[in-house]
């Protein structure tokens, strides 16, 4: 836009310059066409440089092939929609591999697709080679055009570009504008009480998979899961706590690079708490660290899972060392006071206290330094309900029916205030007792521990 912008103010600025320099006498030459003689006070106008700006535009647009740019695009949204089958094509061979016919088969389709996207990914390196070339050649031109435009605005005395560019400017900006202006803002809806965006709770699956821990069926505490939040390169990893002495007291966190060595109980790498020890099944796992009740103390704790250093802070109030554990009608699950738990909204602590009288109490906490975001009293007994679990700001209370059911009866909102207690969604039990129960937003999955068993359930919503 500016080239062609020039060119009309060169022809003003002829014209002008004869006006300035007075009275030019034409002289016949050929035939009847009279030509003049142009004196210019600011000197001869640089027609040379102008034709070579001219050329350098036309070979620079010449050398933009949309097609050469258009392939690598199209790779790209091959190579993406081949890694998406990949990953649940090794994903459903992980669930079902047994050794037959159908698993080898299943796993020479993984090998040709991984070889065509092997292929893909060669070619689009070669053409990204080539193409590299190109564009160096092209930011070379791209400023030799640059140059000479900048010397050639020398010529427009007027300022007729500059404010051109002003005004471009000017005018885009006010588009933008006036298109925020217009815009209908989208009307604010409020979701009716325990209801999330995606969705309100109506169900529990039946148990999608189940295991002895991998300690041995004498450790019936412990916690399980995967981190909701991930640090880089950590997406699939899987973990798993276990409690030693007297079902209380735990040291050591366990980690697995994907859910297919967690099956197989291989490549697993221990670490150990140097210093505050865990209390209690209520820890989690939340953007790269472990959060529990510090042993023995009415604090929480914050494991780094890469520094391996610990963060400590007092948790205003609580009870602790089981004064409000969590309970079944004959029996309580020991040292359950301090409960950990995430969903969509980041990471909570769910206990009791006496100036709530043992009721439930409901804390957001900030995961950097554990301190307390927000706090919610409710009117639910902590020792009625046997667990409990949040999903978006809402939690949710189980408790005993028998051996092979547990219920979910109770519902708390803490964007509404709204809270029930007549909510009857069954849980089918693998085992009698339910140690540890916690929601992964990233995947809508309950993480259960029971009786030394790791079991998994969906969230059904609707």
């Not at 995961?367 to 978006?392: E, G, Q």
Request: hydrophobic share 35%; proline share 3%.
């Amino acid at each position: 836009m500016a080239l062609f912008t020039l060119v009309g103010i060169f022809v003003i600025l002829l014209r002008t310059a004869a006006a300035v320099d007075g009275d030019v006498q034409g002289v016949p030459r050929v035939g009847r066409r009279c030509y003049c003689d142009l004196q210019m006070s600011d000197g001869v106008f640089p027609r040379q440089q102008f034709d070579e700006l001219h050329s350098l535009s036309d070979n620079c647009s010449q050398e933009l092939n949309a097609k050469q740019f258009k392939e690598p695009i199209d790779i790209f949204a091959d190579v993406e929609q081949r890694l998406q089958k990949l990953a649940q094509l090794i994903d459903t061979l992980e669930e079902e591999y047994d050794g037959d016919l159908y698993s080898i088969i299943s796993y020479r389709i993984i090998e040709i697709e991984y070889a065509e996207l092997t292929d893909l990914l060669n070619h689009l390196q070669t053409i990204n080679s080539m193409n590299q070339e190109k564009v160096d050649n092209l930011f070379v031109k791209v400023q030799n055009i640059t140059n000479k435009v900048d010397k050639l605005e020398e010529y427009d005395r007027l300022k007729v570009v500059k404010e051109h560019r002003k005004s471009m400017i000017l005018k885009r900006s006010l588009s933008v504008c006036l298109s925020v202006l217009s815009a209908t803002p989208a009307p604010y809806i409020t979701l009716p009480p325990g209801s999330c965006s995606f969705g309100k709770l109506v169900g529990v699956s039946d148990p999608k998979g189940s295991m002895l821990n991998h300690f041995g069926s004498s450790y019936r505490y412990g916690s399980w899961g995967m981190d909701p939040w991930p640090a880089p390169g950590k997406a699939d990893q899987y973990w798993l706590t276990i409690l030693s002495t007297s079902n209380r007291y735990g040291n050591k966190i366990r980690v697995f690079s994907s859910y297919g060595k967690f099956l197989t109980r291989s490549g697993a790498v221990d670490l150990t708490f140097k210093t505050y020890n865990a209390q209690g099944s209520g820890g989690i796992m939340y953007k790269d660290a472990y959060y529990y009740n510090c042993y023995n103390l009415d604090q929480l704790c914050r494991f780094d899972m890469t520094t391996e250093s610990v963060l400590y802070a007092k948790l205003p109030y609580v009870g602790f060392n089981d004064k409000f554990p969590y309970c079944t009608v004959s029996s309580c699950y020991g040292y359950s006071d301090m409960d950990l738990a995430t969903d969509e909204n980041g990471l909570w602590v769910l206990y009791a206290t006496e100036q709530n009288f043992g009721n439930l109490v409901v804390s957001q906490l900030n995961a950097t330094d554990l301190s307390i975001l927000n706090s919610w009293n409710t009117t639910l007994y902590k020792r009625s309900a046997t667990n409990a679990f949040m999903v978006c700001g809402i939690v949710y209370a189980t408790r005993y029916l028998n051996s092979e059911v547990e219920e979910i009866f109770y519902m708390f909102d803490t964007t509404t205030g709204v809270e029930r207690n007549d909510l009857a969604f069954q849980i089918r039990k693998v085992s009698s007792g339910i140690q540890y129960m916690n929601y992964n937003p990233r995947d809508k999955t309950l993480y259960v521990y029971s009786d030394a068993y790791v079991v998994s359930y969906s969230l059904l919503f609707a």
